[in-house]
């Protein structure tokens, strides 16, 4: 089954902002009147959420509607958005996505946000792929 991958950012991005607020997928889904099922699949890009259920999840995670459309190109076609969620070193979109939504996808990116040191967030980038490349093969 293959999802439109707008949905896939969309859910993405919500969960995301979810687990930045340390909130659970049942603690949104009975905010919204969802269950957790519900809210799993929204954030899988599974089903589509609609404009309604958008504005009222943007009104309980605290962020505007463009939150959920950030770093997608509004010119793009959802055929070159697909292309995108091909591989990306190794890597596809959907799964750099998926790990930026984790705990410690959220955690990293907090310490990381904190450095501000140009030339040590490049090292650091740098090491981190020296480790990757060294487990690549395990």
């Known amino acids: 089954m293959s999802f439109d991958p707008v949905d ?14 340390k909130l659970t997928q049942a603690e949104l889904g009975e905010v919204l009147g969802l269950t957790f099922q519900q809210v799993q699949k929204y ?6 959420i609609s404009a309604s259920k958008l504005f009222l999840i943007a009104q309980t995670l605290d962020v505007s509607i463009s939150f959920f459309f950030e ?14 969620t ?4 190794g890597q596809t979109t959907e799964g750099v996505l ?6 410690e996808g959220i955690e990293l990116n907090r310490a990381f946000s904190q450095i501000l040191d140009g030339n040590t967030r490049k ?7 020296a480790i990757a490349e060294a487990h690549s093969g395990d």
């Open 98 to 103: 998926r790990f930026a939504g984790s705990l």
């Open 43 to 48: 954030e899988r890009g599974a089903n589509r």
């Open 71 to 84: 770093g997608l190109d509004g010119n793009v076609e959802p055929s070159a958005l697909k292309e995108e």
């Open 123 to 129: 090292y650091l980038v740098s090491l981190f792929e």
């Open 86 to 89: 091909e591989a990306y070193d």
């Open 8 to 21: 896939i950012h969309v859910g993405q991005r919500v969960k995301i902002r979810r687990k930045s607020l």
